[in-house]
């Protein structure tokens, strides 16, 4: 079975400040890991996704996040953080290379962040 | 642009009525999903569908069924509504053996009195 963990309910930091918000996920294989953005009552967004390749990976809105094979990590970064950033972040994995049954996306419970003045 | 609809954002029904949800993609895409989406249990998943006609449970399809009788319109229905199945339900949808990402529709918040 597959499964993210956001230790993380919420984030509080300021604005201009570096954010980072923690993902680690469990799968079997290669993973394919995305990072969603929710506000308010709204559908959520793509932001960014990590399938091969250079472990650092760059998003909309200024967002990164760094793949970390040996820590089952996918932290979201970014190195200034705005007011407007203010949401509520998932992070998904799903198995790579798998069609059928394995194509699932599973999705942590989520991080609120807060940025403030 | 891409689009992902949910016809309904809001809705108030009674417990025991038969409730659809409906979702439409403009996209051609394959696959489609149907999520609920509660505090601190993030997003999970009640069923999908790789092509028309065709179905799969996801991890809690209790008290759920789909119909996906056209590519485009994926339906969520649930056939007695009770009070645990308050919540927002989320539609989404994907090109199917890509590697991208899910589009979402604007979600259904469905409160059952």
């Known amino acids: 079975a597959q499964s993210v963990a956001q230790p993380e309910d919420q984030v509080n930091v300021a604005e201009g400040n570096p954010l980072t918000v923690k993902c680690t996920y469990s799968?079997?294989?290669?993973?394919?890991l995305f990072w969603y953005v929710q506000y308010p009552n709204r559908g959520l967004q793509f932001l960014l996704k990590y399938i091969t390749g250079d472990n650092l990976v760059k998003g909309s809105y200024g967002f990164e996040a760094e793949f970390n094979k040996s820590q089952t990590s996918f932290h979201l970064k970014k190195p200034s953080a705005l007011v407007s950033d203010s949401a509520l972040y998932f992070c998904?994995?799903?198995?790579?290379?798998?069609?059928?049954?394995?194509?699932?996306?599973?999705f942590g419970t989520g991080t609120q962040l807060k940025v403030e003045l | 642009d891409v689009k992902v609809t949910q016809s309904s954002r809001y809705l108030v029904k009674r417990t025991g009525e038969k409730v659809f949800l409906e979702c439409v993609q403009d996209m051609d895409h394959e696959n489609m999903f149907w999520y609920r989406q509660d505090p601190g249990l993030g997003l999970r998943l009640i069923y999908f569908?790789?092509?028309?006609?065709?179905?799969e449970k996801g991890d809690i399809p209790e008290g759920y069924s789909v119909s996906r009788e056209k590519k485009e319109r994926f339906s969520l229905i649930l056939e007695s509504a009770s009070t645990n199945q308050t919540s927002m339900y989320l539609c989404s949808s994907r090109l199917a053996g890509s590697t991208g990402e899910l589009f979402f529709g604007e979600g259904s918040r469905l409160t059952v009195l």
């Open positions: 998904a994995v799903r198995r790579g290379w798998i069609t059928g049954g394995g194509n699932k996306l599973t």
């Open positions: 799968v079997s294989g290669n993973p394919y």
């Open positions: 569908s790789y092509d028309v006609k065709m179905k």
